[in-house]
């Protein structure tokens, strides 16, 4: 059977990856091991975090789905990191796993384009002239297709430990894919081996919960896709609990490190720095006496806890000790213990900016098979593999999105330009421009490129326009209004500092001792809220925001460089032997690009650029 597209596994990449088709018109495919774990979350109960939060607004500002369907799906939303500025704010809700998974399964079979089946891809299929041509599963069946995204997740070749126990299987005893990883490694994919792991879950109803520390929602609820309606997500939350390891947990974990896989050396995956086993933690960290532990439930008919911090490793008999000696679970019975999972990936340098691999062309990749690690990091690149394998069967440029345009833009440069040695995590701190690149103003970034791409209506667009003329005028306003002397005087009041008369309302604003609510009674035009945040943001850090910017147009002219696709390094006598092999390898797209390659040097670039001038006569500053 022929289909425009066909995409491997019903993870959160896969699920955006396959939306993102059916929704541009084309025939769509979803393969999966199996249809009762789309959008499984096999680790952690929750949508967002830091920085996370920041790929699910942009996921949903360009069309995607996973923002609409956390929304309708969570049990406790918080704003996180809301005593720092606004660039780091993130949002972290936490799911009701069950009705996220069976909410995206609706989604997805409701979904017009878009067939679900149930099976295991053993195979992919190319043509003569090297490109995809389709897949075959295991039961024999051929489907053909120009477009294939392979969203595999770890469950390539995965198995779990547990201290001296071990099974071929994907996560929570679910299948495993047992065959594509050599098809993927016959079409020339560099193939690696990583490694993860998931807490234990417990019993809610043999935990002390008045040894912990209540850690509830917020009031009121920020929804996380800009098409929420606000007001239909102020529920009643469930409570999450904050509890401590001790130096009682440490020395039954350290007595017992002899055991763990992980440094018996029976595990040959790297993991996950950024995300670390108890184990590891007490290695690595041996000066801190405790590790804080968030008991957080797992759904409203869920009787099981996640106890996010302890993921592990270590035999059964050691979990269950170490846990009984935290407050609160001293009595906690264990439902499901915890484990490590190692998997098969691929080396995303093999990919170009769109996730399309560079040696075949139609084949994409997206999610934890390019080594990254999350659920969001997952859901980001599953959905620009689709919309790119979408633009390809159009005939159309791909949308590239670079790193002064998202945190989506710095997640695949990263993991295509410099690779990943261990499983790659989201982080601000990767965000050269992050104070431009807000969660709040993801919309006012991306919907625009997500219209051009076929994914947001047209109803949507009007309303960013609106918005952005909206928002233009107010910041108008702020400059040319000015505070008669009553007015001064009723601010000043108000603040507890003087204000002069003639003062501009952006400049009020600007003051540490200004808030919003002092200059909206002074506003003739009518804002929404959030209109009137983006005044306040755009407007109390209009300096730094300048000043970023003035980077990132720097940043561009490199970016606007682009160097030839045919371009032969190795005849660049000037090139260091490894800037030559890094740079015929990765093929970058421009000169921006190539300097972020580890192994490229600033004269190396220099290099280039004077080759570039004398050889295409181009002017490169």
């Given at each position: 059977m022929h289909y425009d597209a066909i995409v491997i596994g019903a993870g959160h990449a896969g699920c955006e990856a396959a939306l993102a088709l059916a929704r541009t018109g084309q025939k769509t495919l979803l393969i999966t091991l199996t249809l009762d774990a789309i959008a499984h979350m096999a680790c952690n109960p929750a949508i967002g975090g830091t920085s996370k939060g920041h790929l699910v607004r942009e996921i949903d500002a360009l069309g995607g789905q996973m923002g609409r369907t956390i929304d309708g799906a969570f049990i406790q939303s918080r704003m996180i990191n809301t005593k720092k500025g606004p660039a780091v704010h993130s949002l972290r809700a936490q799911a009701d796993k069950a009705k996220y998974s069976a909410s995206m399964k609706n989604t997805l079979l409701t979904q017009q384009n878009l067939t679900l089946l149930q099976g295991e891809v053993s195979e992919l299929l190319t043509a003569e002239n090297g490109s995809i041509s389709g897949v075959k599963t295991t039961h024999g069946a051929v489907y053909s297709a120009k477009a294939v995204i392979v969203t595999t997740g770890v469950y390539l070749k995965s198995?779990?430990?547990?201290?001296?126990?071990?099974?071929?299987?994907?996560?929570?005893?679910?299948?495993?894919?047992?065959?594509?990883?050599?098809?993927?490694?016959?079409?020339?994919?560099?193939?690696?081996?990583?490694?993860?792991?998931?807490?234990?879950?417990?019993?809610?109803?043999?935990?002390?919960?008045?040894?912990?520390?209540?850690?509830?929602?917020?009031?009121?609820?920020?929804p996380f896709s800009f098409l929420t309606d606000p007001d239909s997500v102020q529920i009643t939350q469930v409570p999450c609990y904050l509890t401590y390891t001790n130096e009682a947990t440490h020395n039954i974990l350290r007595a017992n490190i002899h055991r763990s896989p992980m440094y018996s050396g029976v595990i040959k995956g790297m993991g996950a720095r950024y995300c670390p086993s108890i184990e590891d933690k007490i290695v690595r960290f041996a000066d801190k006496e405790r590790h804080q532990l968030f008991i957080e439930p797992e759904g409203l008919d869920n009787d099981e806890l996640y106890v996010q911090g302890f993921s592990s490793s270590m035999p059964y008999d050691v979990q269950e000790a170490a846990l009984h000696t935290i407050p609160g679970l001293e009595h906690a019975q264990i439902t499901r213990y915890a484990y490590a999972i190692e998997y098969d990936c691929i080396d995303a340098t093999a990919l170009f900016g769109s996730l399309m691999a560079k040696e075949v062309p139609g084949l994409f990749f997206a999610g934890q098979v390019n080594g990254s690690s999350g659920y969001e990091e997952a859901a980001a690149q599953g959905l620009m593999a689709g919309i790119n394998a979408s633009l390809y069967l159009?005939?159309?440029?791909?949308?590239?999105?670079?790193?002064?345009?998202?945190?989506?833009?710095?997640?695949?440069?990263?993991?295509?330009?410099?690779?990943?040695?261990?499983?790659?995590?989201?982080?601000?701190?990767?965000?050269?421009?992050?104070?431009?690149?807000?969660?709040?103003?993801?919309?006012?970034?991306?919907?625009?490129?997500?219209?051009?791409?076929?994914?947001?209506?047209?109803?949507?667009?009007?309303?960013?326009?609106?918005?952005?003329?909206?928002?233009?005028?107010?910041?108008?306003?702020?400059?040319?209004?000015?505070?008669?002397?009553?007015?001064?005087?009723?601010?000043?009041?108000?603040?507890?500092?003087?204000?002069?008369?003639?003062?501009?309302?952006?400049?009020?604003?600007?003051?540490?001792?200004?808030?919003?609510?002092?200059?909206?009674?002074?506003?003739?035009?009518?804002?929404?809220?959030?209109?009137?945040?983006?005044?306040?943001?755009?407007?109390?850090?209009?300096?730094?925001?300048?000043?970023?910017?003035?980077?990132?147009?720097?940043?561009?002219?490199?970016?606007?460089?682009?160097?030839?696709?045919?371009?032969?390094?190795?005849?660049?006598?000037?090139?260091?032997?490894?800037?030559?092999?890094?740079?015929?390898?990765?093929?970058?797209?421009?000169?921006?690009?190539?300097?972020?390659?580890?192994?490229?040097?600033?004269?190396?670039?220099?290099?280039?650029?004077?080759?570039?001038?004398?050889?295409q006569g181009e002017e490169v500053q």
């Open positions: 198995r779990i430990l547990a201290g001296e126990f071990c099974e071929e299987t994907g996560p929570g005893g679910l299948m495993r894919s047992n065959h594509l990883t050599e098809s993927i490694k016959n079409l020339g994919f560099p193939i690696m081996r990583f490694k993860t792991g998931t807490p234990p879950r417990i019993n809610k109803h043999t935990v002390d919960y008045e040894k912990m520390e209540v850690q509830p929602g917020d009031d009121p609820v920020v159009r005939g159309k440029d791909p949308l590239i999105l670079d790193r002064s345009q998202g945190y989506i833009g710095v997640l695949i440069d990263d993991l295509t330009t410099l690779g990943t040695p261990e499983p790659y995590r989201m982080m601000t701190s990767r965000a050269e421009y992050r104070l431009t690149l807000r969660q709040d103003n993801a919309d006012l970034r991306l919907t625009e490129l997500g219209y051009h791409a076929g994914l947001v209506s047209e109803e949507r667009y009007a309303a960013l326009l609106q918005k952005k003329a909206a928002l233009d005028a107010g910041l108008k306003e702020l400059e040319a209004r000015r505070l008669s002397l009553t007015e001064a005087e009723e601010v000043s009041r108000a603040i507890g500092a003087p204000v002069q008369s003639g003062t501009q309302l952006n400049t009020l604003l600007a003051r540490n001792d200004a808030q919003l609510c002092h200059i909206t009674p002074y506003l003739t035009g009518d804002y929404t809220p959030a209109v009137l945040r983006q005044m306040e943001i755009s407007t109390k850090y209009r300096g730094y925001i300048q000043r970023q910017q003035r980077d990132i147009e720097a940043f561009l002219k490199m970016e606007h460089t682009p160097l030839p696709e045919d371009m032969d390094y190795s005849a660049i006598g000037s090139l260091r032997i490894e800037a030559r092999e890094k740079l015929s390898r990765i093929r970058p797209r421009n000169l921006g690009q190539a300097g972020r390659i580890s192994g490229v040097s600033p004269s190396d670039i220099s290099v280039l650029m004077v080759y570039l001038k004398r050889h």
